[in-house]
């Protein structure tokens, strides 16, 4: 009996023993061991992280069969090595910072002054961080160290190493397809390949941007010398039939609603895209969804102000490295994004975070300020878009889903979403306390770069450009001004509280933030612009659809 025991012991221990040598054991350490650490640490992981590495280790896995020549075997040493590397940034970032690397975590370690790294590095080693990182480069270490390479011998070791090849193959169209390597190659390693990329061609926008608002013959002036104080907030992912003040029976809105009879609300405007990146590319320059004038060559609204004689700032809870955004905010005179202060994690990052920002720009010395604001509102994960205090939606009353018997977790995305949305009003409820008590003129503009779909029309939640919805267009359009500003310019106020339901959309919002501010420019288009006498609805093609033929 004690015999029979001992015997299976040894097989079982020579058969670990032999399994702690094969190349399959070393490669799912390296590749997995970082993405538990992971979990463990990280609230929001996308599935492609998972998928990813499952990819490699079937690459990895199948082609050291076929790479038994000293050199090939060195290249794929080489490969783990690097990737093991990666996975102890990996480790290391999310067990210090509770996230996993993004562009903007490697911006934010740009920014980081070489002589402060070391001190950096001794601020944030803990014992945790530490151990988990020597454990695991150990582990890998001596697993690299004994590692046995086998030649294809069995029909099993001929099916692996066609798959390895195979997913060589689905790695490079993947690649190829996103024309990024994230979502492909895990970890640090593929946010490193993009961030070189992604930085040589945002550097030459923001040098393009640059160049156009210096060489380009316009003219800005203002109307008016008195002081004058301008926000304007860019939300995000913004439903308008989501919030209070546009009729949503929840009161996700309060703080906009006592500020109703300060405020004008217009009712009919739309994003002119379902996507950030192209919708804001027209909203923020004078060019326009038609295409007539190229985006490299369009001023931005911005620039128009700065040039008019406005201090200009832009402060940001987005990612640093955003076209059109980053080439924009380098023109303004302060920019500030705070990814930079949380290290690039998104997790808790809040909106509320930008408040202090606000505030100091907003009491800064100069006497006309145009300070542009851009949330991270109710963006993709909303349940990360606000504090725990801001939770206050549960159960199904109050909402209006596409069906009566939604999920449980249909219902809990609208919850979320609808918390997201009162988190955001109360930040520009603190916006306009801090713009109230000054005697000079100011007013707040606030709209969303587009819309979203949270389960109103159909079975989806997001946006997009197939299959868009009017959710993903229909936005708030907001301006609350104070006394100061109607005493100063009454017919500006009149003329917009009489277009309040004017079909209008957001690819004009140039030509109305020059009127609002009155700038007189000659880039400013009248029949464009709700402020102006000359002001004329245009038909709204959305995607090459008519919204209000077809979307509505
Ligand atoms: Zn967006």
């Given at each position: 009996?004690?015999?029979?025991?001992?015997?299976?012991?040894?097989?079982?221990?020579?058969?670990?023993?032999?399994?702690?040598?094969?190349?399959?054991?070393?490669?799912?350490?390296?590749?997995?061991?970082?993405?538990?650490?992971?979990?463990?640490?990280?609230?929001?992981?996308?599935?492609?992280?998972?998928?990813?590495?499952?990819?490699?280790?079937?690459?990895?896995?199948?082609?050291?069969?076929?790479?038994?020549?000293?050199?090939?075997?060195?290249?794929?040493?080489?490969?783990?090595?690097?990737?093991?590397?990666?996975?102890?940034?990996?480790?290391?970032?999310?067990?210090?910072?509770?996230?996993?690397?993004?562009?903007?975590?490697?911006?934010?370690?740009?920014?980081?002054?070489?002589?402060?790294?070391?001190?950096?590095?001794?601020?944030?080693?803990?014992?945790?961080?530490?151990?988990?990182?020597?454990?695991?480069?150990?582990?890998?270490?001596?697993?690299?160290?004994?590692?046995?390479?086998?030649?294809?011998?069995?029909?099993?070791?001929?099916?692996?190493?066609?798959?390895?090849?195979?997913?060589?193959?689905?790695?490079?169209?993947?690649?190829?397809?996103?024309?990024?390597?994230?979502?492909?190659?895990?970890?640090?390693?593929?946010?490193?390949?993009?961030?070189?990329n992604n930085r040589k061609s945002l550097d030459e926008e923001v040098a393009?941007?640059?160049?156009?608002?210096?060489?380009?013959?316009?003219?800005?002036?203002?109307?008016?010398?008195?002081?004058?104080?301008?926000?304007?907030?860019?939300?995000?992912?913004?439903?308008?039939?989501?919030?209070?003040?546009?009729?949503?029976?929840?009161?996700?809105?309060?703080?906009?609603?006592?500020?109703?009879?300060?405020?004008?609300?217009?009712?009919?405007?739309?994003?002119?895209?379902?996507?950030?990146?192209?919708?804001?590319?027209?909203?923020?320059?004078?060019?326009?969804?038609?295409?007539?004038?190229?985006?490299?060559?369009?001023?931005?609204?911005?620039?128009?102000?700065?040039?008019?004689?406005?201090?200009?700032?832009?402060?940001?809870?987005?990612?640093?490295?955003?076209?059109?955004?980053?080439?924009?905010?380098?023109?303004?005179?302060?920019?500030?994004?705070?990814?930079?202060?949380?290290?690039?994690?998104?997790?808790?990052?809040?909106?509320?975070?930008?408040?202090?920002?606000?505030?100091?720009?907003?009491?800064?010395?100069?006497?006309?300020?145009?300070?542009?604001?851009?949330?991270?509102?109710?963006?993709?994960?909303?349940?990360?878009?606000?504090?725990?205090?801001?939770?206050?939606?549960?159960?199904?009353?109050?909402?209006?889903?596409?069906?009566?018997?939604?999920?449980?977790?249909?219902?809990?995305?609208?919850?979320?979403?609808?918390?997201?949305?009162?988190?955001?009003?109360?930040?520009?409820?603190?916006?306009?306390?801090?713009?109230?008590?000054?005697?000079?003129?100011?007013?707040?503009?606030?709209?969303?770069?587009?819309?979203?779909?949270?389960?109103?029309?159909?079975?989806?939640?997001?946006?997009?450009?197939?299959?868009?919805?009017?959710?993903?267009?229909?936005?708030?359009?907001?301006?609350?001004?104070?006394?100061?500003?109607?005493?100063?310019?009454?017919?500006?106020?009149?003329?917009?509280?009489?277009?309040?339901?004017?079909?209008?959309?957001?690819?004009?919002?140039?030509?109305?933030?020059?009127?609002?501010?009155?700038?007189?420019?000659?880039?400013?288009?009248?029949?464009?612009?709700?402020?102006?006498?000359?002001?004329?609805?245009?038909?709204?093609?959305?995607y090459g659809r008519d919204y209000d033929k077809d979307i509505k």
């Amino acid at each position: 009996m004690l015999k029979l025991a001992t015997s299976i012991t040894c097989t079982l221990e020579g058969h670990v023993r032999k399994y702690l040598r094969s190349h399959w054991w070393v490669t799912l350490f390296i590749f997995f061991f970082p993405l538990i650490v992971i979990y463990g640490y990280v609230d929001f992981i996308r599935s492609s992280e998972l998928n990813a590495r499952l990819g490699w280790l079937l690459m990895v896995g199948g082609l050291a069969y076929l790479f038994r020549k000293t050199l090939s075997q060195k290249l794929l040493l080489g490969v783990l090595a690097l990737m093991a590397l990666s996975g102890a940034f990996d480790i290391l970032y999310a067990v210090t910072f509770g996230g996993i690397f993004t562009s903007a975590s490697f911006e934010a370690m740009m920014l980081t002054d070489p002589n402060e790294s070391v001190e950096f590095l001794l601020a944030y080693a803990s014992l945790e961080n530490v151990l988990l990182f020597v454990l695991y480069l150990g582990i890998v270490y001596w697993s690299l160290r004994q590692v046995n390479f086998k030649n294809v011998e069995t029909k099993k070791e001929r099916f692996y190493a066609f798959l390895g090849i195979l997913m060589v193959a689905v790695a490079i169209q993947q690649i190829y397809q996103r024309d990024r390597f994230f979502d492909t190659v895990p970890g640090f390693v593929g946010v490193a390949l993009d961030y070189s990329n992604n930085r040589k061609s945002l550097d030459e926008e923001v040098a393009t941007r640059q160049a156009l608002f210096t060489n380009k013959a316009f003219s800005a002036h203002k109307l008016s010398e008195k002081p004058q104080t301008y926000v304007v907030v860019i939300g995000e992912s913004m439903n308008r039939n989501h919030m209070q003040v546009y009729g949503y029976p929840r009161k996700t809105s309060p703080n906009l609603s006592d500020l109703a009879s300060e405020t004008i609300r217009f009712d009919n405007v739309v994003s002119a895209f379902a996507q950030t990146r192209p919708s804001l590319s027209v909203t923020l320059t004078e060019a326009s969804s038609d295409k007539s004038l190229p985006e490299s060559k369009a001023i931005s609204l911005l620039g128009a102000v700065k040039k008019a004689g406005f201090k200009t700032w832009w402060i940001s809870n987005q990612q640093p490295l955003r076209t059109p955004t980053t080439a924009i905010a380098a023109i303004a005179d302060e920019s500030h994004f705070i990814s930079h202060d949380f290290h690039g994690v998104e997790n808790n990052r809040y909106d509320g975070y930008l408040l202090p920002y606000v505030k100091q720009a907003v009491e800064d010395k100069a006497q006309h300020k145009v300070i542009f604001v851009h949330l991270m509102g109710s963006h993709l994960q909303y349940r990360n878009r606000y504090p725990e205090s801001f939770s206050v939606f549960q159960g199904s009353e109050g909402t209006r889903p596409y069906r009566e018997d939604l999920s449980s977790s249909q219902l809990q995305y609208i919850n979320e979403y609808d918390n997201s949305v009162r988190y955001t009003d109360y930040v520009l409820g603190e916006i306009v306390s801090f713009l109230k008590p000054g005697p000079q003129i100011s007013a707040m503009s606030f709209f969303a770069d587009h819309g979203e779909e949270v389960f109103d029309s159909k079975d989806f939640k997001g946006h997009g450009p197939d299959g868009v919805t009017k959710n993903m267009l229909e936005i708030p359009f907001l301006l609350w001004r104070n006394e100061a500003f109607q005493t100063a310019f009454p017919d500006t106020v009149k003329r917009l509280q009489a277009r309040r339901g004017a079909p209008f959309m957001l690819d004009d919002f140039f030509h109305f933030g020059l009127s609002v501010m009155q700038v007189e420019s000659d880039l400013l288009v009248k029949e464009r612009s709700l402020g102006s006498v000359e002001f004329k609805p245009k038909a709204r093609i959305v995607y090459g659809r008519d919204y209000d033929k077809d979307i509505k």
